[in-house]
């Protein structure tokens, strides 16, 4: 009751100043993120890693990671900036090329996943009833099985390489965003705004695809940080299992040649990889904090 | 309706879970998996020899009764036989439960008491320096992959420094610590910077509640509202995040028994991956879903029990 009474009052006034100073939730979120400093930085840190595997993948920079630049293992110093691997190839540029493996994995696997969470979990919330019930159950199954598990037997049933990982990171990933889209759908799909196209005669997916969708789209942005630095450091374990990207550098593989490395003391591949890693998946977590500050209020400061 | 209707009804609710979970497990390895067959016996085998193995395994049933095998597998736990090592898998599992256990236990204990700590302290100093710090640091100590922790931690305090046994595992109560030290510290380093988050967010929630503003109004210390009031309501989530954990313990902890050769169910399930041994691996899958299905009624439960608020509907 007292929530319709300040709705419309809100609507006499944004009446009556015409729109005319009237900020979406968008304005005001992005606002708040350019306030903050340390989101503003790891949003240009994430753009410039995407800069440079876009570069990478082009072959404009670091198309020469396979020479051999100097001796096996040379240590870092002012000849070799990160040392040199086994192979006596650039250290340096297998950290720039493994970029292009890291970010199109996460990029990928998030967009695989975050469609099969939204379209699930709108169907869900939507239509609610049988279907809710069968796609609740799907999910409740797929939950069960340990995410771990679940990866290791899809990448073994799919084979090595690059494709078969962004499928099976993507299909791993989408039950929280499906859960979190299903509930905010089922919210809203009875407000008097979707009651309201409904009565202007909006069909079923005009309604959800026009009206509700953009009311839980932010539920998307959040979750699509958090996913593409899950899928970064998913990997690395991935290339450990040996069912990693085959024949280019990916910071995975360099972390798991380290493991044979360490002994002799060479630990420049598995630092380099490390920070190249830490530095961006760092920037991804702040990044989607501040990104669930600034878009889901209720949130705010936790 | 009562708590004993309650639990009843939700076991019955585990079985559509169980057959959905089968039904994953069976369309991955028995219709997509490429032919267990031609792994086995490469590729110069006969095509009899390939008839005659696809017969011993048990892939000329129909495709019904293989799945009926998977869930039957479920119940009776008879997974068969692992193709490398020619074992009983239950045989395998039940040699390798105790030695993940030394490990993931303690471990699983000493950080959860560390991460309840730290999240009380963070949030009794919420918006100050020390909250912000913790939580950057808690974000920083995630953005390193797990394998780092385990190389960095061997390398260099194992085998250059000496302090803890490189790798190796001994059975028997006082002798096998050694060799879990380093593995439970690295454990508490992963699972510190997630659970801390957790913890701060579950604690926040509680702090800004109407009843903690009447217990200040009190006049009631920080100290007395945060360690009767707060922790006491904040219980039911903390219940909750740490029974649903336990199931994965049973997985034990994949790369770090692999690293440090501790002979568990984590070393058999990933020596199961670089075999391709799909027995293995399902056997492995299987076990953790159920663990995970009869886990989560556990959870359910308790949270009846710890909050008669929560209707029982």
């Known amino acids: ?302 | 309706m009562n708590l004993w209707q309650y639990i009843l009804r939700r076991l019955f609710y585990i079985i559509p879970t169980i057959l959905g979970v089968a039904l994953i497990i069976f369309i991955i390895f028995n219709v997509v998996a490429p032919d267990p067959a031609l792994i086995m016996l490469g590729k110069h085998a006969t095509v009899a020899q390939i008839a005659e193995l696809r017969n011993e395994l048990g892939l000329n049933k129909p495709m019904w009764a293989q799945y009926l095998d998977i869930v039957k597998s479920a119940f009776t736990f008879e997974f068969g036989r692992s193709w490398t090592t020619k074992q009983e898998i239950i045989q395998m599992i039940k040699n390798g439960a105790i030695p993940s256990l030394t490990l993931t236990l303690p471990a699983f204990i000493l950080s959860t008491v560390i991460a309840i700590s730290i999240s009380l302290v963070v949030s009794f100093f919420r918006g100050k320096w020390i909250d912000k710090c913790a939580v950057f640091f808690c974000v920083l100590l995630m953005s390193v992959t797990s394998l780092a922790y385990i190389l960095f931690g061997q390398w260099f305090f194992a085998y250059k420094l000496g302090w803890f046994e490189i790798s190796g595992y001994e059975s028997g109560f006082p002798d096998f610590i050694p060799y879990v030290v380093l593995p439970v510290i690295i454990w508490i380093i992963l699972s510190i910077g997630p659970d801390v988050r957790f913890y701060r967010t579950v604690m926040l929630d509680e702090i800004y509640q109407d009843y903690v503003r009447t217990a200040k109004a009190k006049g009631l210390s920080e100290r007395v509202i945060l360690f009767k009031h707060v922790l006491k309501n904040a219980m039911i989530p903390i219940i909750t995040f740490v029974v649903i954990q336990i199931p994965f313990l049973i997985l034990g902890a994949l790369l770090l028994e692999s690293f440090f050769s501790i002979p568990g169910l984590g070393g058999i399930t990933l020596n199961g991956v670089y075999n391709s041994d799909f027995p293995v691996i399902k056997a492995m899958t299987i076990l953790t879903a159920m663990a995970y299905i009869i886990f989560s009624v556990i959870t359910d439960v308790l949270y009846t029990v710890v909050d008669p608020r929560v209707r029982l509907k």
């Not at chain 1, 708040?32 to 920079?61: E, H």
């Not at chain 1, 720039?96 to 493996?101: D, N, Y």
């Open chain 1, 1 to 302: 009751m007292s929530q319709s009474n300040i709705q419309s009052v809100e609507g006499v006034e944004i009446e009556e100043t015409k729109l005319k100073n009237s900020k979406s939730l968008w304005d005001h979120a992005l606002e708040n993120i350019f306030r903050d400093k340390m989101a503003v930085a790891s949003l240009f840190i994430v753009g410039f890693y995407a800069l440079i595997s876009v570069l990478s993948a082009t072959g404009i920079i670091a198309a020469d990671w396979a020479v051999e630049v100097g001796p096996s293992y040379s240590a870092p110093g002012a000849d070799y900036f990160f040392g040199t691997d086994i192979f006596g190839r650039s250290v340096f540029t297998k950290m720039i090329k493994g970029t292009e493996v890291a970010m199109s994995v996460g990029l990928v696997a998030a967009i695989i996943s975050v469609c099969i969470g939204v379209v699930l979990g709108s169907i869900a919330g939507y239509f609610g009833g049988k279907i809710d019930e069968l796609i609740v159950w799907f999910y409740t199954c797929f939950q069960s099985i340990p995410t771990i598990m679940l990866l290791v037997a899809l990448s073994f049933v799919l084979g090595r390489g690059l494709v078969s990982m962004y499928v099976a990171l993507g299909l791993t990933s989408w039950v929280n965003l499906c859960r979190l889209i299903r509930g905010e759908v089922m919210r809203h799909k009875n407000r008097d705004y979707v009651q309201a196209a409904s009565a202007l005669g909006g069909g079923h997916s005009r309604k959800l695809i026009k009206h509700i969708f953009p009311n839980v789209s932010h539920l998307v942005i959040i979750n699509f940080s958090l996913m593409f630095q899950t899928a970064i450091k998913t990997e690395v374990i991935l290339s450990y299992l040996g069912l990693g990207v085959q024949g280019r550098p990916s910071w995975g593989t360099m972390i798991d040649d380290a493991k044979l490395e360490l002994a002799r003391g060479v630990w420049w591949q598995l630092g380099a990889a490390t920070l190249a890693m830490m530095i961006v998946v760092l920037s991804l977590n702040i990044l989607g904090d501040a990104l669930r500050d600034a878009l889901d209020p209720k949130l705010k400061g936790k």
